[in-house]
């Protein structure tokens, strides 16, 4: 038997999810929303999976993941995210985590996306390897195809401060209140730097922030 711990502040979605894997005979789940419960229930439970949801009040699953590891390096944490995993790719790719599947997935998909973590495999779909090749063929050169206005590009205290914030997952709402900040100004900086980075969301900012060394990478 698979225990399985489902961590994901959306209550349909956990006990949706839960239906579907629970088909299999030889996986039990359990659901949690709160993700700062999730340290104590796994120190009592016998769980040998996480299937972590990406941005939850508070903490990010990719931080919650980290914690985990560093107390329970056997535990296999998988994120679960309805976000476009193409725009999250490289951070996934990045992270201290085994695996990662869309809520989109079927249900032969999402098992077989916990089959393979716990085999330490990762499943990525076509597209997503495709990307991943052309970005590691391009790694060494990246610099190189920058333009001189990408080169002279900085990002000053405040912005930097805001991004970090923002690559946690966190709201306008809580990162103004992180950096004792009013909402408006963390929306107005926010937008400044969409404009110099010429991005349209928080997660291109963080991306292309990250590509160019103006903040570190998760």
């Known amino acids: 038997m698979t225990n399985i711990l489902i961590i994901d502040d959306h209550p349909a979605v956990g006990t949706g999810t839960k239906a579907m894997i629970e088909q299999n005979s030889e996986m039990k789940v359990d659901v949690v929303e709160k993700a700062t419960e999730v340290e104590a229930m ?7 999976v996480l299937l972590i949801d990406l941005y939850m009040p508070g903490v ?19 994120i679960y995210t309805g976000f476009d995993l193409s725009t999250h790719f490289n951070m996934l790719v990045e992270a201290e985590i085994d695996g990662f599947v869309s809520k989109t997935a079927s249900q032969e998909q999402l098992l077989t996306a916990i089959r393979c973590a716990m085999r330490d495999e ?14 590691e063929a391009s790694a060494t050169s990246i610099r190189m195809n920058w333009t001189k206005e990408e080169e002279a590009l900085s990002l000053n205290e405040k912005e930097q401060a805001i991004l970090k914030e923002v690559s946690k997952g966190l709201t306008n ?46």
Request: positive net charge.
């Open 42 to 48: 796994v120190s009592q439970g016998n769980y040998e």
């Open 60 to 78: 990010n699953g990719l931080e919650l993941s980290k914690r985990i590891k560093k107390e329970w390096p056997e535990i296999t944490t998988l």
């Open 122 to 135: 990762v499943v990525v779909p076509l597209h997503l390897f495709k990307q991943l090749r052309r970005t």
């Open 173 to 218: 709402k809580t990162i103004a209140t992180n950096l004792h900040m009013s909402q408006r100004s963390v929306e107005y900086t926010l937008t400044g730097i969409f404009n110099k980075l010429d991005v349209r969301s928080r997660t291109e900012a963080l991306y292309k922030a990250q590509e160019l060394g103006l903040i570190s990478k998760v």
